[in-house]
């Protein structure tokens, strides 16, 4: 009685420790005269726009001040408007404003100057434009993405596809994609590939597109990844080579991602893992011609790859790894719809190392180490600075790809709970775990360990480095903003839904009910 007493102390010192922390600070609160049912921000948070179909209102976003109110029923004679829209992302961050006239039946389109409410005539659907794309570098790696740059040639490769066939593609569908590549150089290509929408934004960073598609640009090709791949020259755009498989399990209803990992390439070769029905097998493709090389032995059915890398002509593939499923439910008696996501781990637990020339298999983590099992471990893994970092359920180790022998093992500590994700950040290692974050350096030195509670699902936003803690992933409504250089928790907010952050990620906007508030995270 006296241990459980002891552990339950100890429990509330952990929890107490997090939840001392001061709240973040307030900027500014206010309430606004107008029912919050639809809400938007601009990038910077400069303005902020609440309302319903009757009325809605801009609030400065640096005072907290209401700029105006638009009552349609006062401005245009009707009892409501269709829809109404904050177009931040175009050119004069105008409001568009759709009604129907009194005793019409045609919609009419109006825009509203953002500062002053005012409708501005010399402002329509064919004089819009969009504002110019800023490229920001990812802090950590995405599944999907829409545009790269390449270093080697200072060129930036964008997507461009028409925002219609985004819709109702969650099981899948053939899009007209154009690739257009600036900088060094300059050339357009269109090429047609099939592709798959995210069914709901649940658990996905802002960073992640609502199309799973990646493109990546390395050893002069451009590497267009969806339900297949397209290689491209990245000097004249041209195509070398396609080919298609399976990269997402997806229907109207549910989707599952992650069985299958992204394509990794070196100098010479693509290397794929290959799920579609007769294949099941990892590939190694001629970079230049799509030719295959070698097949592995086939895989089994209920085999996941999370991962695949390739260092020093090795090939590295991480067995078992979190699968989101996401759903959409439809409730026939209320005609609502409920959206769905959870990130679940499935698969066996393993590292399999090939050789990259001729695919033999060279060694894995279920034999090498027997004792410490990776069977146990739920970990992503990462290769840095000449070495496989990876992660038992207790230790990190970092090893030879080419042999495993063991440079470095650390202890995680159990600050941190089952460790569930690697990233590189600062030139440190950082450790995401169930239950907090650790650091370590390059040469095997741990920077510290530090308890966050429960970890839900963490996210970049800008520099700040958010973590959302709570009970459970269907309500997720209390964060912190986590320093990943020194381990220490900045502040924490709980009972806040969907906050807008701008684009630094010091400062968000929250809104409960009619009361907005900014808050500074730093």
């Not at 109110?69 to 109404?84: H, I, M, P, Q, Y």
């Not at 097949?295 to 089994?300: E, G």
Request: hydrophobic fraction near 35%; glycine fraction near 6%.
């Amino acid at each position: 009685m006296k241990t459980k007493n002891i552990i339950l102390a100890a429990c509330l010192v952990i929890g107490q420790s997090l939840f001392s922390q001061n709240e973040f600070k307030k900027e500014w609160e206010t309430k606004v005269d107008v029912e919050n049912k639809w809400n938007s921000c601009n990038a910077d948070l400069s303005m902020v726009i609440v309302g319903d179909l009757k009325a809605f209102s801009m609030v400065d976003g640096t005072t907290g001040k209401t700029l105006w109110t638009f009552n349609a029923k006062e401005r245009l004679g009707v009892k409501s408007v269709e829809d109404w829209t904050f177009l931040w992302a175009k050119e004069g961050d105008p409001v568009e404003v759709i009604y129907n006239k009194p005793k019409e039946d045609t919609k009419t389109t109006i825009y509203l100057d953002s500062k002053t409410g005012e409708i501005n005539s010399s402002i329509t659907e064919s004089t819009l434009k969009d504002k110019a794309a800023k490229s920001k570098k990812n802090k950590t790696k995405h599944t999907f993405a829409t545009s790269t740059i390449d270093e080697a040639s200072k060129t930036y490769i964008e997507l461009y596809f028409k925002d219609k066939f985004l819709k109702n593609s969650c099981a899948g569908n053939t899009f007209d994609v154009t690739i257009k590549a600036s900088g060094s150089y300059s050339w357009s290509t269109p090429i047609k590939a099939k592709a798959v929408t995210h069914i709901n934004r649940l658990l996905l960073s802002d960073e992640d597109p609502d199309i799973m598609m990646n493109v990546l640009a390395k050893n002069d090709k451009v590497f267009i990844i969806y339900e297949g791949i397209t290689v491209l020259d990245i000097k004249t755009g041209t195509v070398l080579w396609t080919t298609t498989f399976d990269l997402v399990e997806a229907g109207m209803t549910s989707q599952e991602i992650g069985k299958c990992p992204l394509p990794t390439v070196d100098k010479d070769a693509v290397y794929l893992c290959d799920l579609s029905k007769g294949e099941k097998a990892i590939k190694k493709l001629d970079i230049n011609t799509g030719a295959l090389l070698w097949k592995s032995d086939k895989l089994d059915n209920g085999d996941v790859i999370s991962e695949l890398s390739v260092t020093n002509n090795v090939l590295i593939a991480k067995f078992g790894g979190y699968i989101r499923k996401a759903k959409s439910v439809y409730n026939a008696n209320n005609g609502a719809t409920t959206q769905i996501a959870k990130n679940i781990y499935e698969g066996s637990s393993d590292i399999k190392v090939y050789d990259a020339s001729n695919g033999k298999q060279l060694w894995t983590a279920g034999t090498k180490f027997t004792d410490d099992k990776f069977s146990k471990s739920e970990c992503s893994i990462l290769i840095g600075d000449n070495s496989l970092i990876a992660c038992s359920a207790k230790n990190i180790y970092y090893l030879d790809p080419a042999t495993g022998n063991v440079k470095h093992k650390i202890e995680l500590g159990k600050e941190i709970g089952k460790p569930q994700y690697i990233f590189e950040y600062d030139k440190n290692y950082i450790v995401k775990g169930e239950e907090g974050i650790a650091s370590f350096s390059t040469n095997g030195s741990k920077n510290y360990a530090t308890s966050t509670n429960k970890v839900l699902f963490t996210e970049f936003k800008g520099d700040a480095y958010i973590v959302w803690t709570g009970k459970d992933t269907d309500d997720m409504n209390e964060f912190i903003r986590f320093d990943l250089n020194s381990g220490k928790i900045l502040g924490k907010l709980k009972g806040c839904y969907v906050p807008r952050f701008d684009l630094s990620g010091n400062y968000f906007i929250r809104f409960n009910n009619e009361t907005i508030t900014k808050h500074q995270t730093m």
